[in-house]
């Protein structure tokens, strides 16, 4: 069935590097993408979102890329610090006008 | 603006007693309203959504239900506890349409049932 879901489970970098968090859909549909952050004992908090007809969205230290040819998107952070270890989340409506479906997430450590 | 609250942050309940955990949002008129359950590990699973009042869609067979007596008030609620539903609650709230809006979450109940 159609799905999102994450490459890696876990990814651990040195502060100060760049991060790239994956993550691939299947839904062709899917139109509108949002990464979650979520660290422990708290709720996800939204991050940052991109929509279909863009290819690229800049936030704060935070790029989303959209590829929807092959149907993946990144989520890269930059200048690595320790308060970005969370588990990371990307998010899709799948088609659907009611819910988002969630992938199973990436746990990123960053190293002293 | 808009604030959700959600209560209370952990609980540890016995096999079989009921629960009633609460979520409420402020700032905003007929939202959408979603319960989410993540069990050990990171994924989150949809149990319930309400599009308005009275309004209960169930994702998931299980032994909870939701209810939505109020606009801006969502329950999630059992008769009684299995210790297969320990893991972290957590209630969303969304504007409208998820795909236009996205969710924004409460802060989660750790439920353990012991």
């Known amino acids: 069935g159609e799905s999102v879901g994450l490459h890696l489970p876990t990814l651990s970098v040195q502060e100060g590097d760049n991060s790239i968090i994956n993550c691939a859909y299947s839904?062709?549909?899917?139109?509108?993408f949002i990464w979650y952050k979520q660290e422990s004992g708290k709720g996800p908090q939204f991050i940052i979102d991109?929509?279909?007809?863009?290819d690229k969205r800049q936030g704060q230290r935070v790029t989303v890329l959209l590829n929807k040819t092959v149907k993946h998107l990144s989520l890269q952070i930059a200048a690595t610090q320790p308060g970005d270890s969370a588990v990371y989340f990307c998010?899709?409506?799948?088609?659907?006008?009611?819910?988002?479906?969630f992938g199973s997430g990436t746990q990123l450590t960053v190293l002293p | 603006s808009q604030t959700i609250h959600q209560w209370p942050a952990t609980l540890v309940q016995p096999v079989g007693s009921p629960l009633s955990l609460e979520c409420t949002v402020e700032g905003t008129s007929n939202p959408n309203l979603y319960w989410y359950r993540q069990a050990a590990g990171r994924g989150l699973q949809l149990l319930f959504y309400s599009v308005g009042i009275g309004q209960i869609s169930s994702e998931v067979p299980q032994n909870l239900s939701a209810s939505r007596p109020q606009d801006r008030q969502f329950i999630l609620s059992s008769k009684k506890l299995l210790l297969s539903d320990s893991g972290f609650y957590l209630c969303?709230?969304?504007?409208?349409?998820?795909?236009?809006?996205?969710?924004?979450f409460g802060s989660g109940t750790r439920l353990t049932v012991v």
């Open positions: 991109i929509r279909s007809n863009m």
């Open positions: 969303a709230w969304s504007a409208g349409a998820p795909h236009l809006y996205g969710y924004t």
């Open positions: 839904n062709s549909a899917s139109d509108y």
């Open positions: 998010a899709d409506p799948q088609g659907s006008a009611r819910q988002l479906t």
